[in-house]
T-cell receptor, first 113, second 115 residues
């Protein structure tokens, strides 16, 4: 069975541009999580969904960040406009339920120039 | 509030040495889960183990073993006879019912295993 799929794997963009990161969770998983990893702040939970509904978005840094999950097999994380401080690795993870083991995608390395 | 502390930022050992990575957690929940993940240099996060708060049995999986002690709020991870391929960052994590089972990660411990 395929694991969590993320695209793109690498993204380089210029400040002010819109960035969209994509995630396909493991089939059958009901919970989906977006994380950001930086050297300074470590691994931070941005938002998580349960049955396609956002449950906790308290980790979303500001209004420039938005996330959607239109169906059980797809989610997006959008940054508009992007800033250099958004440069990080963004991970998507999924689990059967919120408390179950989370399985992570390979991550998207975002660089904002 | 929930918290995970991995006091060891970096550890360096020589191949075949045993090494223990410490994890101390804080929670007021009676139901909670503890995890360890490995992040090798390639960057992916690999699940190693999940343990619930009602199961204090230690676990062994090959060269890996975990010691869960509720009395000291610790969930330590030991690698026996370390190998170069064990070089990675290891994260301990906690999720509990009061936090809506949001998972809190520790800062990670970077392990270097030298040949």
């Amino acid at each position: 069975d395929a694991g969590v799929i993320q695209s793109p794997r690498h993204e380089v963009t210029e400040m002010g541009q819109e960035v969209t990161l994509r995630c396909k969770p493991i089939s059958g998983h009901n919970s989906l999580f977006w994380y950001r990893q930086t050297m300074m702040r470590g691994l931070e939970l941005l938002i998580y969904f349960n049955n396609n509904v956002p449950i906790d978005d308290s980790g979303m840094p500001e209004d420039r960040f938005s996330a959607k999950m239109p169906n059980a097999s797809f989610s997006t994380l959008k940054i508009q406009p992007s800033e250099p401080r958004d440069s990080a690795v963004y991970f998507c993870a999924s689990s059967f339920h919120g408390s179950d083991t989370q399985y992570f995608g390979p991550g998207t390395r975002l660089t904002v120039l | 509030a929930q918290k995970v502390t991995q006091a060891q930022t970096e550890i360096s050992v020589v191949e075949k040495e045993d090494v223990t990575l410490d994890c101390v957690y804080e929670t007021r929940d009676t139901t909670y889960y503890l995890f360890w993940y490995k992040q090798p240099p390639s960057g992916e996060l690999v699940f190693l183990i999940r343990r619930n708060s009602f199961d204090e049995q230690n676990e062994i999986s090959g060269r890996y073993s975990w010691n869960f002690q509720k009395s000291t709020s610790s969930f330590n991870f030991t690698i026996t006879a370390s190998q170069v391929v064990d070089s990675a960052v290891y994260f301990c994590a906690l999720s509990g019912d009061s936090g809506g089972f949001k998972t809190i990660f520790g800062a990670g411990t970077r392990l270097f295993v030298k040949a």
